[in-house]
């Protein structure tokens, strides 16, 4: 319910250092902050993070109680990476998310509106998230 940045990357450094190489991360909203910061600390590598509905920390809807998330790193990732954003996300703009994208050196898809692109947003088993998700790991 508090999210800090600095132990979730710990984690994630935990978890990567056992899964090697060959890890692709998914990560949503919050989980795609965290991989910008981890990016920027670790000397781990990974083979690539489908990063999806990142969030604006600007925002007035960012949760207040998440700390550490704020001003991401916008330097490339030393990873593939592709950004998916929905273009009635409440958390940010697609424009904030293409930034990121920009800046991370991630390709990047808009997918129309589809709100927080998350189980309310109605997509189920969202089968494009797959195949997005099947060509950023070819």
């Known amino acids: 319910m508090n999210?800090?940045?600095v132990e979730w990357q710990a984690r994630l450094e935990e978890v990567v250092a056992r899964t090697g190489l060959e890890t692709v991360l998914v990560a949503h909203s919050l989980g795609c902050l965290?991989?910008?910061?981890?990016?920027a600390t670790t000397r781990l590598h990974i083979k690539a993070a489908l990063l999806v509905a990142?969030?604006?920390?600007a925002s007035p809807k960012f949760p207040r109680v998440a700390h550490g998330f704020?001003?991401?790193?916008?330097r490339p990732l030393p990873f593939r990476s592709l950004v998916v954003a929905s273009r009635d996300d409440p958390y940010?703009?697609?424009?904030q998310a293409r930034r990121c994208a920009d800046a991370w050196g991630a390709g990047f898809v808009d997918i129309g509106p589809a709100g927080h692109?998350?189980?309310d947003s109605g997509l189920g088993a969202w089968?494009?998230?797959l195949s997005l998700l099947r060509c950023l790991c070819e």
Not at 70 to 74: G, L, T
Request: proline share 21%.
């Open 92 to 95: 940010t703009h697609p424009e």
């Open 70 to 74: 704020a001003e991401p790193p916008m």
């Open 34 to 39: 965290l991989v910008a910061h981890w990016a």
């Open 3 to 5: 999210p800090v940045c």
């Open 117 to 119: 692109i998350n189980a």
């Open 54 to 57: 990142v969030p604006d920390p």
């Open 127 to 129: 089968d494009e998230g």
